[in-house]
């Protein structure tokens, strides 16, 4: 089974430092991996994905994330923390899965992290 | 183009009631699930829809939790004689076929059950 650990339920960080947001997976196959943000009373939005052809993923708004295989790590961070990036974010793995030799990406979540930027 | 819409917005309930949650995915999108999520947590997976039929549902709870997709478009979720620890935000997403492709969201559905 795969599964996600997010280290810290909540972060706080000053507007304009350093966003660091951890996630570690397992997973018995090479994984995809996805950042989706959730902004309050609204849907789950992606960030940015990895799906092995790169290790260095660049999303939006500033974000990027690093696959590590080694470490089993897919962490999130971005330069420059802006108010706009107060919300909650969950590191999800798409497992595959389906019968008849279909393929298709259940995704499980983390615990998510609320992040909070203080002026 | 439109996204994924969820109605109502907003669900409550009495325990032991009967209640249906809509799901409109992306024209287009094959591939269409349901997740629970629940306060203060990460969405769990309930099931999964390619085309009309349940491919996966192996996250439902229990046999009070159905789904439908009868026409490969539109997804009802359906819940029998609802307990108070149904109480969740229910999430539709849909996307194309596979395993790295975007999930796209809707806003959910808030179900209290009183």
């Known amino acids: 089974a795969q599964s996600v650990t997010q280290l810290g339920s909540h972060v706080s960080v000053s507007e304009g430092a350093l966003v660091l947001l951890r996630c570690n997976y397992s997973?018995?196959?090479?994984?995809?991996l996805f950042w989706y943000v959730q902004y309050p009373n609204q849907g789950l939005q992606l960030l940015l994905k990895?799906?092995?052809?790169?290790?260095l993923v660049k999303g939006i708004n500033g974000f990027e994330a690093e696959f590590k295989k080694s470490e089993t790590s897919f962490h999130l961070t971005k330069p420059s923390a802006h108010m706009s990036d107060a919300a909650e974010y969950f590191c999800?793995?798409?497992?595959?899965?389906?019968?008849?030799?279909?393929?298709?990406?259940?995704?499980?979540f983390g615990q998510g992290t609320i992040l909070t930027v203080h002026p | 183009g439109a996204g994924v819409s969820q109605t109502p917005s907003n669900k409550v309930t009495e325990k032991g009631k009967y209640v249906e949650l809509r799901c409109d995915p992306i024209?287009?999108?094959?591939?269409l699930y349901w997740y629970r999520q629940s306060l203060g947590q990460g969405p769990e997976f309930l099931i999964y829809?390619?085309?009309?039929?349940?491919?996966?549902d192996s996250g439902l709870p229990n046999d009070r939790f159905f789904a439908v997709r009868p026409e490969g478009s539109v997804s009802t979720l359906k819940i029998q004689r609802t307990e108070r620890g149904d109480s969740a935000v229910y999430l539709c997403?849909?996307?194309?076929?596979?395993?790295?492709?975007?999930?796209?969201f809707g806003p959910g559905t808030r179900l209290t059950v009183t």
């Open positions: 997403a849909s996307s194309l076929t596979g395993p790295s492709y975007e999930q796209y």
């Open positions: 997973s018995s196959v090479p994984p995809y």
């Open positions: 990895y799906t092995s052809a790169a290790t």
């Open positions: 999800a793995v798409s497992s595959t899965g389906g019968a008849g030799g279909t393929s298709y990406g259940k995704l499980t």
């Open positions: 024209s287009g999108h094959t591939a």
């Open positions: 829809f390619q085309g009309t039929g349940a491919a996966d």
